[in-house]
């Protein structure tokens, strides 16, 4: 075997880059439940003592954390004045309470190490590992990640794309939200539709726990309720609008709950399918994005999705056709892209 130096230094180099962000994301966790950007942000351009005493935490380690920080582009350092600050950006993704929050995106993977152990056996057994198995930090992490692209879409661009949706939520529907973990959707959905009635189900009961205290703390305990219930046996009918968000991909049968989606529709109701973004070839998913969504998948949702038969294993790339051909064999006729961003596609489905 002939080795390409040149090659084989690019690759190494590609590890030493994810060795490294390995110890960015604890680092990031660290100063995300530290407050340790925040105080950044309150005192910059700052010293490593400056943060420290804001913070409440020892300067040695600011020292540390902070050089950390800035070699991996997450805060800058001015080498004139030898203090660090953050860019408007960086403060926005980071620091920002009403912005991305996105260090807490780094809870998932550790959470899901937590349990490699298990999950290694569950993969060269090819036994499942289930959701609620994990590591609490999974559920808050995945809840955080995606809670900024629902704030930013699900009002403003996703039900609009909907036809007809939006005059109903306003006027007064009743929506069921399957799937809905902490309930960050179904609290949304029931601050912008007040005159709605938003139930979120989920078979998680800790998260259902979780998700009925977001609601009595954001006042819409009257508007948004929830309760223990899976995607294939949630109770009621006559629904206006059912929606999954980032969830049918993880389920066993995902089959069985688009066909009970069908079922408890209301004539003219519809079908909000919400999913990760996947282009239609594995090659045009090679990408950052790709990978988050691949390794995650691995992991986590196909490892949940091998708990149960028939074990579909969809992934968190299911593509659109295949997403569509589910929703047709469904009962779901009409389906279409209604719109998407660089995470997520949205589908509308129709009987």
């Known amino acids: 075997m002939t080795v390409d130096e040149a090659k084989l230094n690019?690759?190494?180099g590609r590890f030493v880059v994810d060795v490294g962000g390995s110890f960015q994301a604890i680092g990031?966790?660290?100063?995300?439940?530290?407050?340790?950007?925040?105080a950044l942000l309150a005192v910059m351009p700052a010293t490593p003592a400056d943060v420290a005493e804001?913070?409440?935490?020892?300067?040695?380690?600011?020292?540390?954390?902070?050089?950390?920080?800035?070699?991996?582009?997450?805060?800058?350092?001015?080498?004139?004045?030898?203090?660090?600050?953050?860019?408007?950006?960086?403060?926005?993704?980071?620091?920002?309470p009403s912005g991305m929050q996105a260090a807490a995106a780094f809870l998932i993977p550790l959470a899901a190490a937590s349990n490699l152990d298990r999950i290694t056996e569950a993969i060269h057994s090819g036994e499942g590992f289930p959701?609620?198995?994990?590591?609490?930090?999974?559920?808050?992490?995945?809840?955080?990640?995606?809670?900024?692209?629902?704030?930013?879409?699900?009002?403003?661009?996703?039900?609009?794309?909907?036809?007809?949706v939006e005059d109903k939520l306003r006027a007064g529907a009743r929506v069921a939200?399957?799937?809905?973990?902490?309930?960050?959707?179904?609290?949304?959905?029931a601050s912008s539709y007040p005159a709605s009635e938003i139930v979120g189900f989920d078979y998680h009961a800790p998260s259902v726990e979780q998700a009925r205290k977001r609601a009595v703390d954001a006042g819409l305990a009257d508007r948004a309720s929830f309760e223990v219930a899976?995607?294939?046996d949630f109770p009621g009918e006559g629904y206006d609008l059912v929606a999954i968000f980032d969830a049918l991909?993880?389920?066993?049968?995902?089959?069985?709950?688009?066909?009970?989606?069908?079922?408890?529709?209301?004539?003219?109701?519809?079908?909000?399918?919400?999913e990760p973004y996947a282009n239609d070839r594995l090659e045009d998913n090679l990408n950052p994005v790709g990978r988050l969504y691949y390794g995650a998948s691995t992991v986590i949702c196909v490892a949940h999705s091998m708990m149960e038969e028939p074990r579909t294993a969809l992934g968190a790339q299911a593509v659109e056709a295949r997403l569509a051909e589910l929703l047709n064999e469904a009962g779901f006729r009409h389906v279409r892209?209604?719109?998407?961003?660089?995470?997520?596609?949205?589908?509308?489905?129709?009987?």
């Open 10 to 12: 690019d690759l190494l």
């Open 54 to 96: 804001e913070a409440g935490v020892h300067e040695r380690y600011m020292k540390e954390w902070l050089a950390a920080q800035a070699a991996g582009g997450y805060v800058t350092y001015d080498p004139e004045s030898e203090r660090f600050s953050l860019t408007e950006e960086q403060a926005f993704v980071l620091a920002d």
């Open 28 to 38: 990031a966790i660290l100063g995300d439940r530290l407050g340790l950007y925040r």
């Open 337 to 351: 892209r209604a719109t998407e961003t660089p995470f997520n596609l949205v589908l509308e489905a129709r009987p």
């Open 230 to 232: 899976s995607a294939a």
């Open 131 to 164: 959701w609620h198995a994990h590591d609490a930090r999974l559920f808050e992490g995945t809840e955080r990640f995606f809670r900024p692209g629902y704030v930013a879409n699900l009002a403003s661009s996703w039900i609009p794309a909907l036809d007809g």
């Open 177 to 189: 939200d399957v799937g809905c973990g902490h309930g960050s959707s179904t609290i949304l959905l």
């Open 249 to 274: 991909h993880d389920m066993p049968d995902p089959l069985a709950a688009a066909r009970h989606v069908r079922e408890t529709l209301a004539d003219g109701g519809t079908f909000l399918l919400v």
